[in-house]
Structure formats: structure tokens, C-alpha cells
């Protein structure tokens, strides 16, 4: 173990369930298990980002996942303000994983180089409050989050194992370059070790952070941390642990009108349906 642990920040709180989430197999379809690939990433990771001893991985793991597809900066900070907004309470410790990833479809996200300075984390975590609340930004800001806004997030769901649908639901998104927001509740022997097989030491807090590929017996996530630890910054779990300690669920965006995904949901009606097939199904029902 060594002194990183002592200062690497999580925030992560379990996602409360609910009946209305999308579910991506569902929908979509997941391919079979013999059509993956061994390897697989979606475009590396725009930025290792540190997060300090703050509690908004979360935000930066959203920000991430999003950050792969827009090819641009984005603001956890203001992202961290949203989702307490949605959540209610800037108070409280973290968030959940459901609340962070709506903040970004039910506001956006905005560029990096756009917050004031005095809302961008300092090293000391000494700010977090002023962050947090979302009385504290600029009147209208949210105008400029609308860019970055996403269409849709479904649960990373299927009817394989936690590993085998997470790497069938990045495969099935490739073209997309989606990754997963999920996370886990951190052991401190983790920190020192890129390759993480055994999850029986002490737990410490929940930590979010974004899948991005898998290779073999592994899925390749990218921390908020920093590039001090693991293998600058990013992180493999093998599939014991993720089948294992993989509890806090795992979403993805989609570019898919949520009202349509809703209806398409009540109606049975999955996207690998013919169209003729969900015409013939949205008329019968």
C-alpha cells in the first residue's frame, strides 16, 4: 500500500432502483458472446483528470464518458453542480451514478475552459462547497451546456454476466465510440496495483469511474485519480471482480429521443427488429 491512499477521492453512493430505466439489451439486442473480439478500447481517454480527496467522481467519470465522443474538455465541476441540483442537497457527500449521468441529459455539459476559475477544483479539495452549489454559477451558464447535452442513457443491462454484457454492450457501440459510467466500492490494496484480481481486502469507499475497452479476462476502466497510480491513471478488472463487486449498476449514453426508447420499451419493439416488424408491433399493441 502506499501514501495514494490515503488521499484518493471517491463519492460514489449506491443508485437507487428504478422501474422506468431503459434497459440497453433489452432494446438494442447484445450480441452473441462468439462475436467479440478479444481486445477492444473506444478512442483513449481524452484526459487522466485528478480529483483530488473530493467526492465528484461521479462528475468526472460522466464527463469522461462524454469527453470520448465530443472530443473536447468538459467541466466535472459544473457537472457535479447539476447533478446535486437534480439530487437537491449540495451538501451531502457524492452521488449517485443514475443522477450524474441525467445531469447530462436533462441539462448538458459545458466546456472546460468556460468555468470561472473559482469553480475549478483546487488541489486542497477546499472549494467543494462553492462547487456543489449551484446557487454559486453564473445566471445562464446552462445555456452553453446545451452543446454537449445528451439524447438518452440506458442501464447497461443484457442477459449475460455483469462483464460479459458490459463487453457486449461497449461491442455493440463501437461505431459510437460509448463507454460505460459505473463503479465499485474501492479496496485500498487496489491502488497500487494496475491489474486488479483479488477483491477480499478492506473496503473503503464507492468510487466512479468509466469503462472504456476490454482485453481477454479484463475491462480496462479509466480513473479520476490522476496518472500516479495504476497504469497512469487507468485500471483492469478482471471478470471475477466485476462479476463480483460490480454493484452500483453501469450506464451509457445513446443518441435514441427518450420518448421513443420509452414507447419502444412498452411495446417490446427492439431497434434489432426489422422496420417492417416494429410497424407490424407498435400497430397490434
Not at 478500447?41 to 462524454?66: E, H, W, Y
Not at 452521488?95 to 468556460?114: E, P
Request: proline share 3%; with cysteine; net charge neutral.
Amino acid at each position: 500500500m502506499n501514501d495514494d491512499t490515503k488521499t484518493i477521492g471517491g463519492g460514489l453512493l449506491p443508485t437507487p432502483h428504478d422501474d422506468r430505466d431503459l434497459n440497453f439489451g433489452q432494446l438494442f439486442g447484445l450480441p452473441m458472446l462468439s462475436e467479440l473480439p478479444s481486445k477492444y478500447r473506444t478512442a483513449n481517454p481524452l484526459k487522466i483528470k485528478n480529483q483530488g480527496n473530493s467526492d465528484l467522481c461521479t462528475a468526472f467519470a460522466v464527463t469522461a464518458a462524454s469527453e470520448m465522443q465530443e472530443l473536447t474538455e468538459l467541466s466535472p465541476e459544473f457537472q457535479f453542480a447539476q447533478t446535486k441540483k437534480l439530487i437537491g442537497d449540495w451538501q451531502g457527500w457524492g452521488a449517485d451514478i443514475r443522477s450524474a449521468i441525467k445531469s447530462a441529459v436533462k441539462i448538458g455539459s459545458i466546456q472546460q475552459m468556460r468555468i470561472p476559475q473559482e469553480l475549478t477544483l483546487s488541489l486542497d479539495n477546499s472549494n467543494r462547497d462553492k462547487i456543489a452549489n449551484w446557487n454559486n454559477w453564473p445566471t445562464g451558464i446552462e445555456l452553453y451546456a446545451t452543446r454537449y447535452k445528451k439524447m438518452s442513457y440506458f442501464s447497461v443491462a443484457g442477459q449475460y454476466t455483469t462483464f460479459d454484457n458490459f463487453r457486449a454492450v461497449l461491442w455493440q457501440n463501437r461505431a459510437e465510440e460509448r463507454a460505460i459510467v459505473t463503479g465499485v466500492t474501492w479496496q485500498h490494496q487496489w491502488t497500487g496495483n494496475a491489474r486488479i484480481t483479488d477483491d477480499t481486502g478492506q473496503q473503503a469507499f464507492g468510487h466512479a469511474f468509466t469503462i472504456f475497452g476490454f482485453e481477454d479476462e479484463w475491462l480496462i476502466a479509466q480513473l479520476s485519480n490522476g496518472e500516479n497510480i495504476g497504469e497512469r491513471g487507468v485500471f483492469y478488472f478482471h471478470k471475477d471482480v466485476v462479476n463480483r463487486q460490480f454493484k452500483y449498476g453501469g450506464y451509457t449514453f445513446k443518441d435514441m429521443e427518450p420518448e421513443k426508447a420509452k414507447y419502444y420499451a412498452r411495446k417490446g419493439i427492439r431497434m434489432t427488429d426489422s422496420w417492417v416488424t416494429r410497424l407490424l408491433i407498435a400497430l397490434w399493441r
